[in-house]
C-alpha cells in the first residue's frame, strides 16, 4: 500500500490535525506557530555543514550523503583523527577535495553559504552548538536528547522558534514502519483508552568505545585488581592510573565546553563520556528522546507532558569514573488518567514501547512489533479504513530535513517534540537525585514549590561557556 501523507504533499493546517500539535498551548508554543513556512525555499542544493564525528555522526551523514538535494561542504570536529576521517569520507563520495575542515563550530556557524548543519556532539555541547546554529539561521538536525538539561532545552526551542529555522531531533525511530503503525494504532483509539504506557530503556553501562579493556588491563597490575569502573573514586590507585594528559590529538580543554574542570580518563571521553553526568545522562537520557518520544506520539502527546514524577535509582558514587544510574525505575503521571513507567533494568518492563488500554495493548522496539489484537501482527500498516488519524509519515528521517528546509514545512520530529519526549527522562532523574516525587507544571515548564529540584533544571557553566 502506497502511503498517501508525505510532508510536501500535507499542508501546514492539515499537520496540525493529523499530529495534534494544535491541541496544547505550551509556553513553548510548536515551531510550527513561529513557522519557518513563511520563508522562502532555498532552491537548489542544501549546503551542509556535519559537526561531531564519532559514533552518530558518521552514520547520518552517510544518509546525507546520499541524498542529491543535499551537499556536505563542511565538517567540524575537536579530534584530528575524527575530523580528518569527516573530511576523508565526504571527498571520497564527491571525488574531489572541497570539504572544508573545522576545529571551532562558531566558524563553520558564521559561513553565509551554510544553510544547515547536522549536530552529533556530546549532550554537554548540544545547546551551545545549536542556539550558535540557529542564531546563524542555519537548519539543524540535532541528535537526541534535546539537551542535558531542560533549561538548555528550553533554550533551543526559543532560538529555533526566533530565528525560524527548520529543526529535526536525531528521533529517527518515527521515521520507521513498525512505530508509525504502532502509533497510529493507539492514536486512532484502537486498543481503547490508555491508562498505562511501559518504556522500557537499557540498564547499565555499556563500554562503545571499547575503552575500558586497557585500563582493566592497568588495574590488575593493583593488589585488589579493580574490575568496576562504577566504583573507582578520586584518590585511589587506580584513579590514578586512569587519568593521563589527554592526547595531543584532542582539544580536550574544548570538549569539556561548559561542563566542570575535570581530568581526562579515556573511559570517559568518546562515546562513554554518557556515563558521566558531568557530560551526559546516563542510559535513561541516552534512550527518552527514543522510547519515550514513541511514547508520545502514540498518545499524541507531543506538547504535552507529566504533573508529577517518581523516581529511584541506583547512584554508583558521584565522582566515580562511570556515576550514571545504572538501575532506575520511573513513575509519571499524565493527564487523560496515564501512568507511565520508564524502567532500565527491571525484567517486567520489556525494552521497548508498550501502551496499554482497556481493548487491548500493542509493543513496539527496534525490528519488533507485538499486539494483543492478532490482526495487527500480520499487517506491515494499517488498513486505510482504520486511520482516521493520519501520522506523519517519513521513511528517512535525513531525507525529511532536507526535505522540510526546501519547502518550509515542520519536520516529523520538530525541536518542541524532541523537548517534550526528553522532559519525563529530565524530570525522573530530578526525582531520583533529590529523592522524592516532584510536581511539573508543564505549560510553565516549571517545578512545582521544590527549590532544590528546581535548580536541577539547569546548570552552572564552566567559563568562558555561556548559554545566550
Ligand atoms: N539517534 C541515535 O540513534 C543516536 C545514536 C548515538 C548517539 N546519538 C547522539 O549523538 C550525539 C553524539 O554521540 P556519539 O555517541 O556520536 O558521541 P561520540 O563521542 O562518539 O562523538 C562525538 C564527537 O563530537 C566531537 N565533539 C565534541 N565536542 C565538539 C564540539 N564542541 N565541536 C565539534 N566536535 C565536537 C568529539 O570529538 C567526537 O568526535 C549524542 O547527542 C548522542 O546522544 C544518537
Not at 529535526?168 to 508509525?180: A, D, I, L, M, Y
Not at 482516521?388 to 528517512?396: C, D, E, F, T
Amino acid at each position: 500500500m502506497k502511503h498517501n501523507v508525505s510532508p510536501s504533499t500535507v499542508s501546514r493546517r492539515q499537520f496540525l490535525v493529523h499530529t495534534g500539535a494544535a491541541l496544547a498551548v505550551p509556553v513553548i508554543a510548536p515551531g510550527s506557530v513561529f513557522g519557518a513556512a513563511g520563508q522562502p525555499a532555498p532552491s537548489g542544493r542544501i549546503a551542509l555543514g556535519v559537526v561531531g564525528w564519532g559514533m552518530q555522526g558518521p552514520g547520518n551523514t552517510a544518509a546525507f550523503l546520499n541524498i542529491p538535494d543535499c551537499h556536505v561542504v563542511a565538517a567540524c570536529d575537536l579530534d584530528k583523527n575524527h575530523l580528518q576521517s569527516a573530511v576523508n569520507t565526504v571527498n571520497g563520495k564527491y571525488g574531489n577535495k572541497d570539504c572544508q575542515a573545522y576545529h571551532d563550530y562558531r566558524e563553520l556557524m558564521a559561513r553565509k553559504d551554510v544553510d544547515a548543519v547536522m549536530l552529533a556532539v556530546p549532550d554537554t555541547w548540544h545547546a551551545l552548538v545549536a542556539t550558535e546554529a540557529a542564531n546563524h539561521k542555519k537548519h539543524v538536525y540535532g541528535e537526541k536528547p534535546l539537551a542535558r538539561t531542560i533549561a538548555e532545552q528550553q533554550a533551543i526551542v526559543r532560538a529555533v522558534q526566533k530565528n525560524k529555522v527548520i529543526w529535526q531531533t536525531g528521533s529517527w525511530q518515527r521515521s520507521v514502519e513498525n512505530f508509525h503503525k504502532a502509533a497510529e494504532i493507539v492514536r486512532n483509539g484502537l486498543i481503547g483508552k490508555v491508562s498505562r504506557v511501559e518504556v522500557g530503556l537499557p540498564a547499565g553501562h555499556y563500554d562503545f568505545a571499547g575503552t575500558s579493556k586497557e585500563l582493566l588491563t592497568k588495574l590488575a597490575t593493583l593488589p585488589d585488581k579493580p574490575q568496576d569502573l562504577s566504583k573507582i573514586v578520586p584518590g585511589t590507585a587506580a584513579w590514578d592510573l586512569a587519568v593521563t594528559p589527554p592526547p595531543a590529538d584532542l582539544d580536550y580543554n574544548m570538549w569539556l565546553g561548559p561542563s566542570q574542570e575535570e581530568p581526562y580518563l579515556k573511559v570517559r571521553v568518546h562515546m562513554n563520556w554518557r556515563w558521566n553526568y558531568n557530560v551526559g545522562g546516563g542510559q535513561l537520557l541516552d534512550w527518552i528522546g527514543h522510547h519515550c518520544d514513541i511514547a508520545h506520539w502514540g498518545l499524541g502527546f507531543d506538547n504535552e507532558g507529566p504533573f508529577e514524577v517518581e523516581g529511584q535509582g541506583e547512584f554508583p558514587p558521584k565522582n566515580a569514573i562511570w556515576n550514571t544510574s545504572p538501575k532506575y525505575r520511573i513513575t509519571a503521571k499524565y493527564p487523560q488518567d496515564i501512568t507511565m513507567t520508564i524502567a532500565g533494568g527491571y525484567g517486567d518492563i520489556r525494552g521497548g514501547t508498550k501502551w496499554i488500554g482497556d481493548k487491548g495493548w500493542v509493543w513496539v522496539d527496534r525490528g519488533g512489533f507485538q499486539s494483543s489484537i492478532e490482526e495487527f501482527n500480520d499487517m506491515s500498516r494499517l488498513p486505510e479504513n482504520l486511520r482516521k488519524i493520519k501520522l506523519y509519515y517519513s521513511r528517512n528521517h535525513q531525507k525529511n530535513f532536507i526535505d522540510c528546509v526546501k519547502s518550509g514545512e515542520p519536520t516529523i520530529t520538530p525541536a518542541e517534540t524532541g523537548h517534550h519526549s526528553a522532559i519525563p527522562g529530565h524530570l525522573g532523574l530530578i526525582a531520583m537525585l533529590v529523592g522524592r516525587k516532584i510536581k511539573w507544571d508543564a505549560k510553565q515548564e516549571v517545578i512545582i514549590g521544590d527549590e532544590a529540584a528546581s535548580k536541577l533544571l539547569s546548570r552552572p557553566y564552566r567559563s568562558p561557556w555561556k548559554l545566550a
